[in-house]
C-alpha cells in the first residue's frame, strides 16, 4: 500500500529554519517523482518543489527559489524540504505526493501526482 507521510511542520519566527520529511512506503523513491506543494487559507494549492526519482533532477518554484533545499535519502525512503529565511508568506499546509518517475525534469502541476500524504502545518510568525 502506497503511503506518505509528512513529519516537521510548525511555528517558527521570520527567518528561521524547519526541514520537512516525506516518509515512504509500499513503493521506492527511485520508480517515482516526489513534489511538495503548499496551500494557504483562501488561496489555491501550489507547487513549492520537486525531485525525480530517476536522475535525482530537481527544480524549485520561484518563490522559495534559494531558500528552499530538496533532497532524498534512498536508504531511509524519504524525501526532506530544507526551508531557511523562511517569511511569513511561507505560511502554509504543506504536502508531498508521488507520482510517475520522470527523466530529466519533475513537474510542478498537482494534475501529474497521484498519492498525497495528509499534509503538515507552517506557520511563520513572530
Known amino acids: 500500500q502506497l503511503q506518505l507521510v509528512e513529519s516537521g511542520g510548525g511555528l517558527v519566527h521570520p527567518g528561521g529554519s524547519l526541514r520537512l520529511s516525506c516518509a515512504a512506503s509500499?513503493?521506492?523513491?527511485?520508480?517515482?517523482?516526489i513534489g511538495w506543494f503548499r496551500q494557504a487559507p483562501g488561496k489555491e494549492r501550489e507547487g513549492v518543489s520537486c525531485i525525480s526519482g530517476r536522475d535525482g533532477t530537481t527544480s524549485y518554484a520561484d518563490s522559495p527559489k534559494g531558500r528552499f533545499t530538496i533532497s532524498r535519502d534512498n536508504a531511509k525512503n524519504t524525501v526532506y524540504l530544507q526551508m531557511r529565511s523562511l517569511k511569513p508568506e511561507d505560511t502554509a499546509v504543506y504536502y508531498c505526493?508521488?507520482?510517475?518517475?520522470?527523466?530529466?525534469?519533475?513537474?510542478?502541476?498537482?494534475?501529474?501526482?497521484?498519492?498525497w500524504g495528509q499534509g503538515t502545518q507552517v506557520t511563520v510568525s513572530s
Open positions: 505526493a508521488a507520482g510517475p518517475a520522470l527523466f530529466g525534469y519533475c513537474s510542478d502541476s498537482s494534475k501529474d501526482y497521484n498519492d
Open positions: 509500499g513503493f521506492s523513491l527511485d520508480w517515482v517523482q
